[in-house]
């Protein structure tokens, strides 16, 4: 596989509703930002990219088939390859991967990913409806039908399990709608205490509003290339920033629609398939999980994202990453619910399994030079959702993995200043980051590494 790089991305605002374009005309306003960060005009890089992925959930909001050609034609793209991806609410995630697998074949040397999603064009009943055919129709719809029913089933469970408390999820939704005070890309931004979280009118226990991402009209876009296309891009005058950022690791994890055929594994099949190197490293951990085995816990059940475990263990192992916790300077975390954000620091060895609700209220994870109102025990490690998060941004569910993406290239390329007019959401001489997108009750799960070069 060759090198590929992600030299840059556009966002358009998120928003509730986006009445004033159509959704071609929304993805032109992320991929034309995009185009002009690297200082190329229209005509130039369209006759240099080599194809494109799109990234859209649900044929029903547009209620409209074949969505993606109508934005390959409307960007100019025609007659050159393009195809779409989709996989829930991994699609942006599952994206940005499909763009790298183009690049690091040899099959293009420049590449755009571009995802969006108008939900607004329904009403929220019919959009949750439509949110919620993203589970078994013939097993788990019919026993919910509703996403933050399955949500809230999965945290009461990890409540039981680790004794988790819903303050320790309210330091999630604090944590990202104040980030989000300093993204000017976010749909919502508020300064919140844990007891406006918890006053906040209940959805289904014990996830309240202010713990639920909410549904968005938005789109982004990447261009990612390899070294023989960033050569092509430079000679026709583009002026891609250094140092370069580049994409080191990619890794996937899938699991069973239907959450009850979910395995519950013993001790030694989940220490030998599923610990990550530093558990599994550790003789204290050892002892810790062989302790949570005796007092009944299996392994995933349905309080933790087995796709996720997977997926972050093969995105660390390309990467050449062991502590992940130490070893990334941010993370980019698919939060659509304060308890899922919880549930994936384990998931990706942030910390161990049972440990993400002190983790949460721990500080690690959040900004430094932020003032959150809350008594922190920890200095910040690694930052999650620098951004705000799903929970503040927004989810249009097609364009969420590659906002991160771009977010992401932002951070690693040290323009947030440039880019968010403030620089208090700018992680000092990041280096390294991830993102992480996430499907359906944890259905598909993505994790990419981007690292800069020097």
Known sequence: MRPVYAISGGVSKFAKSRPDKTFQAIIKEAYDYA??????????????????????????????????????????LCPKPGH?????????????????????????????????????????????????????????????????????????RHMKEFGTTVEQMAHVSVKNYINAFHNPYAQKSQRITIQDVRNAPMVAWPLTRLDICVMSDGAAAT??????????????????????VKVTGIGRGTDAMRMADRPHVDYDFFMENYATELEKSSDETK???????????????????R???????????????KDPLHELDFIELHDAYTSSEIQTYEDLGLCRYGEGGPFAESGKAFMPNIDYGLKLKDKPVCTVNPSGGLIACGHPVGATGLMQGV?????????????????????????????????????????????REG
Not at 223 to 242: F, W, Y
Not at 307 to 320: E, I, L, T, V
Not at 420 to 446: C, P
């Open 35 to 76: 185009i002009q960060d690297i200082g190329l005009d229209f005509p130039t890089f369209t006759r240099i990219v080599d194809g494109s992925v799109a990234s859209y959930f649900s044929d029903h909001f547009t209620r409209q088939l074949m969505a993606g050609i109508m934005a390959q034609d409307y960007l100019g």
């Open 84 to 156: 779409r991806v989709e996989g829930g609410g991994a699609t942006g995630g599952l994206c940005f991967q499909e763009a790298w697998k183009s690049v690091a074949s040899g099959h293009m040397d420049v590449c755009l990913a571009y995802g969006f999603e108008t939900m607004s064009h329904v009403e929220t009943w019919k959009g949750n409806e439509f949110i919620a055919l993203a589970s078994d129709v013939s097993f788990d719809y019919p026993a919910g039908g509703f996403y933050s029913g399955y949500y809230a089933m999965m945290v009461t």
């Open 223 to 244: 261009i990612l290339c390899s070294e023989e296309g960033l050569k092509k891009l430079e000679a026709a005058g583009a002026k891609v920033a250094r140092p370069l």
């Open 287 to 305: 002892k810790y999980y062989k302790k949570l085995w005796e007092h009944g816990t299996r392994y995933p059940g349905v309080h933790s994202f």
């Open 307 to 321: 796709a996720g475990r997977a997926a972050g263990n093969m995105a660390w192992k390309h990467a050449g990453i």
């Open 407 to 451: 977010f992401a290239i932002w951070q690693l390329q040290g323009t947030i200043q440039k880019h968010f007019r403030d620089d208090q959401l700018q992680v000092k001489n990041a280096k390294r980051g991830a993102i992480h997108s996430h499907a359906g009750t944890g259905t598909y799960v993505t994790v990419s590494v981007l690292e």
